[in-house]
């Protein structure tokens, strides 16, 4: 008898082509179809929430998978660290319903992107941070983050590539930036994001900290409905999927 399964885990991105199964490339989801199979003695399918890219972490992802193997969630979990790189670690797993789906069942997402503001960033952060050392009006970059709460278009933070989207219409819940010491951390909860949304957004906020766009620009940015005149692509490493919400 097939069961549906939760899997909660987190990740260290760096050294992974990203999520999504590639030939001949090292990636989250190839590598937990792999050691399912070794577990399940079968092909077993992995559904995530969403797709991270190559270099993005998670401290929250989550995914779905049916099996028919009995071994028990607690057990599942202990046999997948077993036999997982230590850069992938299973923190929770359990027995769903069956039209349970790590995706579509999804409500909402939590992103964090961290940027290192010291001078010289320390060696053992420098793979979880994007290292900006340059002068940055951060008030203004405060400011600017909220404005891109609420239900809106966001085809200008949207990088295009081979997916197409229905709707480039989003619903942001909360959007925010906070200087922790010598990190800013962005933090953005929503129903859900276009492919880089995040990583562009903390672009364009890069932009506001620089003087080239005031905060009360953002609105501009986003009714324009144009890549081009938003900021550029921040780096991978300072992204974390930080969690996922399900009714």
């Not at 937990?32 to 401290?59: Q, W």
């Not at 961290?114 to 941070?129: A, K, L, T």
């Not at 909860?189 to 003087?211: A, D, P």
């Not at 550029?232 to 996922?244: E, I």
């Amino acid at each position: 008898m097939l069961r549906n399964l939760k899997v909660t885990l987190a990740y260290d991105g760096t050294d992974f082509a990203g999520w999504q199964v590639q030939p001949d490339r090292l990636t989250i989801q190839g590598e937990l179809e792999r050691v399912l199979a070794e577990i399940a003695e079968s092909p077993v399918k992995v559904h995530g929430s969403g797709r991270t890219d190559s270099g993005v972490h998670a401290l929250g992802q989550v995914f779905s998978c049916t099996m028919a193997n009995p071994i028990p969630a607690a057990g599942l979990l202990r046999a997948l660290n077993h036999r997982l790189p230590e850069a992938v670690r299973i923190l929770a797993a359990e027995e769903a319903p069956p039209d349970f789906h790590a995706r579509f069942s999804a409500i909402a997402k939590t992103y964090e992107y961290r940027i290192c503001r010291s001078e010289i960033c320390p060696p053992f952060e420098s793979r979880y941070v994007f290292h900006c050392p340059y002068p940055l009006d951060e008030e203004a970059m405060i400011l600017a983050a909220p404005r891109f709460e609420g239900e809106r278009d966001f085809r200008s933070l949207a990088t295009s590539d081979r997916r197409e989207y229905e709707t480039t219409v989003r619903t942001i819940f909360s959007s925010t930036l906070v200087r922790q010491g010598e990190l800013l951390t962005y933090r953005v909860r929503g129903s859900g994001f276009l492919y880089n949304m995040v990583r562009n957004i903390v672009g364009t906020l890069i932009e506001v900290g620089q003087g080239n766009v005031a905060p009360e620009d953002v609105d501009t940015v986003l009714e324009a409905k144009d890549r081009s005149v938003a900021g550029s692509t921040a780096p991978a490493s300072g992204l974390f999927l930080a969690g996922v919400e399900y009714p």
